[in-house]
């Protein structure tokens, strides 16, 4: 399971970031995880957010077992597409004793952080 943690802000000083960070699968070209516990879905780098949908759709019939990204089989894509949007994100390890369960975090960030990774997310809520 992958982890998100919503914020802006600096790194925790003794928190290195994650420059490998595993993905649950590469979806139409796009690296792809799910994140948090609300059906949330990341993809490293800034896609377009057709292809983003795409690949977060593939992503849930395929690793989560749902019909699509919303598991909702009457969805149209632009429902899905007004979840998507660009961030920036820093990766860090997880912490074992705090966060078990998890193997990243990720901590929202500014494009000019030395340590930022462009991302395409999903949030379904948003949808």
Known sequence: MRAHQRG???????TLPLTDVAMDGT????????????????ALGHHDPR????AFDAHARDHLGLCNVLDNPHIVAAEIISGIRHDWV??????PEREP???WCAK??????????PVTILFPQDA
């Open 8 to 14: 802006n802000g600096s790194l925790e000083v003794t």
């Open 27 to 42: 979806y139409h070209g796009v690296p792809v995880a799910s994140f948090g516990e609300d059906g949330n879905a990341l």
């Open 51 to 54: 292809q983003a949908a795409a």
């Open 90 to 95: 820093v990766f860090r390890k997880a912490d």
């Open 101 to 103: 369960e998890w193997e």
């Open 108 to 117: 929202l960030t500014d494009r000019d952080n030395p340590h930022a990774t």
